[in-house]
């Protein structure tokens, strides 16, 4: 019987035993522990720079969204890394990034009585976490895939993705709790603490082989597989307005605020749902079929939010958005994956995710200017404007596949 190229191989699923899926979970664990990471101080964080620091909005956006500069710029650094030093070397630098970063926020705190201080402490724990969460989730994903074998690229990207959004579920309303008890300190002992935890942990495991063949240049794989990073990028947009903005678009509606992290969590739970029961659809009906159905989801669940009248719709909304997001990244991932080699799949996935990074950095301030000018549930409308963009592309690339 013949061997399976490596984009047959992709395509093709193969049988998972129960071991193998635990073997899987111990590899997305580091992704879970990045983005709990990210998710402790999400709902926290635009609050506590715009209302108890008295700073503008558009600068409490950016505190969140700057980290996703670190994090974009050293996508292809992790990507090299994951692909020539191998994943665990890999994860265990995204470990220890995402250490300092607990450490950097404990001294954002402890500096208190200075504002720029306090300022400047917290965003360089945002900067460092930006590169945690890229070696990390990087390494952890091309970890799992190695180990459990080209054949399970989509279920190594679903679980992983559960791991990403469970992470931000548990980590939003968890981060609200501590902080409205034990203050903001308390998120930095956690992350601190969690992420050494991790690096030890990832420190025991065993590495697994190094693909050898030639590696393509950056702009080589970058020009492969943009379309499918900007349709990524574009239907990110709906998840970035949320997490961002969702606190104070609560506050601006005269809503409970701590309803804002149970938003996020409706989101959360929604997406981890769709993964589990319908990664399969990838398989059975391609890559591009699944995003078209998970793009045209979202924009509803986009336009819900912008025209909320109570907390009851816009966590729905926000749990329709998650819903069709849920399998964007799987579906659009494997359709760029299959177009490098085997031996660049770590560059392939930290490029491609990477245009995600840069939808999160930019809506920030883009958004934060949609808000001034016309109020904070326009930004939705903006988001929704960029679903169905995405939507487009998809639709084009679906037709040249045909072709």
Excluded at 268 to 283: C, D, E, N, P
Excluded at 297 to 314: K, Q, R
Aim: proline share 4%; net charge positive.
């Amino acid at each position: 019987m013949p061997s399976l190229t490596p984009s047959e191989a992709i395509a093709t699923p193969s049988f998972v035993t129960v071991g193998s899926v635990r073997s899987i979970l111990g590899y997305v664990y580091f992704t879970f522990v990045c983005y709990l990471s990210i998710g402790l101080p999400l709902a926290v964080l635009p609050a506590f720079v715009h209302l108890r620091m008295g700073m503008h909005a558009a600068l409490a956006g950016m505190v969140i969204s700057i980290q996703y500069i670190a994090t974009f710029l050293s996508r292809p650094w992790a990507g090299r890394i994951s692909d020539t030093a191998g994943a665990k070397v890999s994860v265990l630098w995204g470990m220890g990034a995402c250490t300092a970063s607990g450490i950097l926020l404990l001294a954002a705190t402890a500096a208190h009585s200075n504002a720029w201080i306090t300022l400047s402490a917290l965003i360089a724990s945002r900067l460092a976490l930006g590169v945690g969460e890229s070696l990390g989730s990087t390494g952890s994903t091309l970890w799992g895939i190695t180990s459990a074998g080209v054949g399970n690229t989509a279920r190594v990207i679903s679980f992983n993705g559960v791991a990403t959004y469970g992470g931000l579920a548990l980590g939003a309303p968890l981060g609200v709790i501590l902080d409205q008890h034990l203050g903001l300190a308390s998120l930095g002992v956690l992350t601190t603490v969690l992420a050494g935890f991790s690096l030890f942990l990832a420190q025991r495991k065993d590495p697994v082989p190094i693909t050898v063949g030639e590696h393509l240049p950056f702009r080589a794989v970058l020009g492969r597989i943009a379309p499918h990073g900007m349709a990524l990028a574009l239907g990110g947009i709906g998840y970035s307005v949320l997490a961002t903005f969702v606190t104070l678009f609560y506050l601006s509606k005269h809503w409970n605020p701590n309803g804002a992290a149970l938003c996020l969590t409706a989101f959360g739970l929604a997406f981890i749902v769709v993964r589990l029961l319908f990664i399969h659809s990838i398989h059975r009906w391609g890559g591009f079929r699944v995003a078209v159905a998970c793009f045209s989801v979202e924009s509803v669940g986009v336009l819900l939010l912008w025209s909320a009248t109570s907390p009851w719709m816009a966590s729905g909304g926000a749990a329709l958005t998650g819903f069709g997001f849920s399998l964007v990244f799987p579906a659009l991932g494997v359709e760029a994956v299959k177009r490098v080699p085997v031996h660049n799949r770590g560059t392939a996935l930290g490029v491609f995710t990477g245009f995600a990074d840069v939808s999160f950095f930019l809506v920030g301030p883009i958004a934060g200017a949609v808000i001034g000018a016309w109020g904070y549930a326009s930004a939705f409308l903006f988001a929704l404007a960029s679903v169905l963009t995405a939507l487009g592309i998809v639709l084009v690339l679906h037709r040249m596949q045909e072709d």
